[in-house]
């Protein structure tokens, strides 16, 4: 049995993500400190809350440090919505630093007035490159997801492979390097192509 740690920070909606890997047949773990992951074989880091909060209670638990090392480490972690923008070195939302393991910032959305913020809910999502991806088993370009969100990754480094959504313009709506994805959708939220998407990353990359 796959053992997920979801990771715990106070501030986090956890429960709908517990329940997706449990009906998975995950066992899952919440991670609150670096110790309690000994055990587990991956993060899944369920984002809700604000920049700074996120980013100062990670900080104080040590959590910070330990999904620095997890993810260098090349061990699997997947990151939703705030666990995709707190991986990059800065947000617009705040002004604590980000983890910085990838380049790029997070920006609020910039729209015309009939666009309303935050953007919530179901959109498509694509991807450029032809090659195979194991986490997208099952799941055809155009394939729609749920979002709740105002800020979005920006810019992201070319060595990123990327997902990517439309709201008034184009945005990010996901990268993967090697073992570590993260999507700014919620799939716990998404109905069958969410769980889909999860069984792929517990089947294929833990």
């Known amino acids: 049995m796959k053992k997920v740690g979801v990771v715990d920070y106070g501030t986090g909606n956890l429960k709908s993500v517990v329940k997706a890997f449990e009906f998975l047949g995950a066992a899952v773990s919440l991670v609150k400190s670096p110790d309690d992951s000994l055990h ?12 700074d909060q996120c980013i100062g209670s990670l900080t104080q638990s040590g959590l910070d440090i330990l999904i620095k090392e997890w993810i260098e480490g090349g061990k699997p ?4 919505c705030l666990g995709l923008q707190v991986l990059f070195s800065h947000s617009e939302e705040g002004r604590e630093a980000g983890l910085g ?11 015309a007035f009939n666009f309303k913020i935050p953007h919530m809910g179901w959109n498509s999502v694509y991807w450029e490159s032809e090659e195979k991806d194991n ?3 099952g799941i055809c370009k155009g394939d ?5 969100h105002s800020y979005h990754v920006s810019q992201p480094e070319s060595s990123l492979q990327t997902y990517k959504s439309s709201y008034g313009y184009e945005f ?12 700014q959708f919620h799939p ?18 833990v």
């Open 40 to 51: 587990v074989d991956a993060l899944v880091f369920p984002g809700q809350g604000t920049f």
């Open 77 to 80: 972690y997947f990151g939703i």
């Open 101 to 111: 393991l990838f380049e790029g910032e997070v920006r609020k959305f910039k729209l």
């Open 135 to 137: 986490l997208l088993d």
């Open 144 to 148: 729609q997801f749920y979002f709740v």
């Open 172 to 183: 990010i709506s996901g990268i993967r390097s090697g073992n570590c994805v993260a999507t």
């Open 188 to 205: 716990e939220k998404s109905q069958e192509k969410g769980l889909k998407l999860y069984r792929n990353f517990l089947e294929k990359m």
